[in-house]
């Protein structure tokens, strides 16, 4: 079976203030700065630059997906029918294969190690869920009842979460060759899938319980997994909910049905409790530390980059003569890397966007100088205010808070005469 059908896998500045003479100071500085700013010739634009994730050679042409990357870029996917890939540099290697006879089989989480999991099926049906470190693959174990096994995602701890089936679906957790559940119904009228899992301490991971209602009608409810059955709802159980994604600062990125229809929804951890963005019409995949959101919409790849211009489709970013159209965005790295999948010059290839600049480099040009500082100023008085402009307001969140206030003004005067890595 098919299971990618059953898969998916505006924050203004906090008002969080200094005191009164302190505030006044870094005014000041800003100020004084943004003086000199005038007599620096700018330069601005976003350029983001995708990159062809190659095709497996030797594979029969089909549609090719990545579905994560880690903090240094390396992607794991999908080319269809075929063992797990990872693109590094945009080239193709094969994950390594514990079962001679795999096939199908999706790459679906890396860390930032480079060890990535995923799942394969066998010639006898049934899926397996593996890790793979230094091209060897080796299946996860599964405990008794249940046969089959699907990894998600991985963390930099290699725990490895995801769901164990037969009829009916436990969240489970990986780590070593110890399996657990996270929640597991002893009446199997409970659904439960584990999809992602942060690198906190301790971890989040995430995913949804499901209740099957009559008429095989199933309502599904985004959680945060505790373990031992313990959840913790993000929404309203009333309505449908997934959450697909989480960041390593409580960000987590998912959907939710309304009488609207579907709708890509962020999470955001404040205070203790759950609060929920509606980012418009669609699902979202994933969301790095910054509150940056990929996934899609209709038939197309959207994404909310923190640039103003809100949840729209990816392929705006692009330059109109690139070739692509591209369809789901499913992944985002903390450095605003996208990978997903559409169609390149007619063929089905997966890619990667990288976006121009850095953090503190305000107008996107790779440095971080007196020209960046008008607008640093300008991205203090709020995401609203900062309109939709060709580099991400949230360029001026400094210290990766997912926030742009006065805690920021410091370490952004530390960067000035820095070059982006
Ligand atoms: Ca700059
Ligand atoms: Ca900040």
Known sequence: MDRRGIEGRGERANGARRGGGERRWVIRAVAGLGALALFVASASGQQWTITELQHLPGVPEAQDAAYAV??????????????????????????????????????????????????????????????????????????????????????????????????????????????????????????????????????????????????????????????????????????????????DNDHVAGQYGNVNGVRAALWRKVNGSWQMTDLGAGQASGVNRYGQVVGHCGTEAWAYVRDGCGWRALSDLLDPNSGWSLFWAWAVNDKGQIVGEGVHNGVGRAFLMTPAGCRGDMNCDGRVTFADIDLFVAALAGESAWGCRPCPWIHADINGDAAVNFADIDPFVALIGTTCP
């Open 70 to 247: 880690n903090e240094s870029g390396v992607a794991v996917g999908y080319c269809y029918g075929h063992w797990a890939v990872g693109w590094v540099d945009g080239l193709p290697y094969e994950l390594g294969r514990s079962h001679p006879d795999a096939f199908d089989s999706p790459g679906r989480g890396i860390n930032d190690s480079g060890v990535a999991c995923g799942y394969y099926e066998a010639h006898d049906g049934l899926y397996h869920a593996f890790v793979s470190q230094d091209g060897v693959a080796t299946d996860l174990a599964c405990y008794s009842g249940l046969t089959e096994t699907f990894a998600y995602g991985i963390n930099n701890a290699g725990v490895v979460v995801g769901g164990a089936t037969w009829g009916f679906t436990d969240a489970v957790c990986w780590q070593g060759d110890q399996v657990e559940p996270l929640y597991s119904d002893p009446n199997r009228a409970v659904d439960a899938w584990a999809y992602a899992i942060s690198n906190t301490n301790p971890p989040q991971i995430v995913g949804y319980v499901a209740w099957w209602l009559p008429c095989e009608l199933q309502v599904r409810n985004a959680v945060v997994f505790h373990g031992n059955n313990v959840v913790e709802y993000l929404l309203d159980p009333n309505l449908d909910s997934v959450a697909w994604a989480v960041s």
